[in-house]
Antibody, heavy 118, light 107 residues
Framework: EVLLVESGGGLVQPGGSLRLSCGASGFTFTSYYMNWVRQSPGKGPEWVSDISGSGGTTHYADFVKGRFTISRDNSKNMLYLQMNSLTAEDTAVYYC???????????WGQGTLVTVSP | DIQMTQSPSSLSASVGDRVTITCRASQAIRDNLGWFQQKPGKAPKRLIYLASTLQSGVPSRFSGSGSGAEFTLTISSLQPEDFATYYCLQFNIYPWTFGQGTKVEIK
């Protein structure tokens, strides 16, 4: 069974940094693209970033370019999102998600809440 | 970025009704579209991918159709557990983009 468990969320001040983690199990981690998707309170989901199985290819939404960095440690089956220069607009539940049948976002974790506030 | 426009934004329906939700892309996206269901406090769950392929374990009352720039999600006979918000997603060109959602409520 595919299991994705996010952690690392919390309260952070504007301008601060946070690193989210996603632990993966139940599948061959290195074989799959992984994604981060966020959802602000009361809004729809927003795709944030993805990374190839090897970690050699990444893509980002424009609103996080230069501030967020996606990475993975295939030896530990872990996905990360380093978030810098956070603003109130980054307040959201952050989900990690895995492709399934070669299509993005087939399996999702339960999410971790990031709150950016003074 | 590709804009995804869903309609309606919300609808009220009764158990047993046939429900159709439409998603239009601002440019052609072939069949690179997925449909997701989300219930309050839960992560989105993918129902359909590649416009019309049912995800494993999803009831057959859900179906998707369309290609190019116009797509539909149909629930053939609405069940109590189907009251939720539905989103489309295009994954043809980065950045992937979601529609704004359609909330299906009980009439």
């Amino acid at each position: 069974e595919v299991l994705l468990v996010e952690s690392g969320g919390g309260l952070v001040q504007p301008g601060g940094s946070l690193r989210l983690s996603c632990g993966a199990s139940g599948f061959t981690f290195t074989s799959y693209y992984m994604n981060w998707v966020r959802q602000s309170p009361g809004k729809g989901p927003e795709w944030v970033s993805d990374i190839s199985g090897s970690g050699g290819t990444t893509h980002y939404a424009d609103f996080v370019k230069g501030r967020f960095t996606i990475s993975r440690d295939n030896s530990k089956n872990m996905l990360y999102l380093q978030m810098n220069s956070l603003t109130a607009e980054d307040t959201a539940v952050y989900y990690c998600a895995k492709e399934y049948n070669a299509v993005p976002l087939g399996h999702w974790g339960q999410g971790t809440l990031v709150t950016v506030s003074p | 970025d590709i804009q995804m426009t869903q309609s309606p934004s919300s609808l009220s329906a009764s158990v047993g009704d046939r429900v159709t939700i439409t998603c239009r892309a601002s440019q052609a996206i072939r069949d690179n579209l997925g449909w997701f269901q989300q219930k309050p406090g839960k992560a989105p769950k993918r129902l359909i991918y590649l416009a019309s392929t049912l995800q494993s374990g999803v009831p057959s009352r859900f179906s998707g159709s369309g290609s190019g720039a116009e797509f539909t999600l149909t629930i053939s006979s609405l069940q109590p557990e189907d009251f939720a918000t539905y989103y489309c997603l295009q994954f043809n060109i980065y950045p992937w983009t979601f529609g704004q959602g359609t909330k299906v409520e009980i009439k």
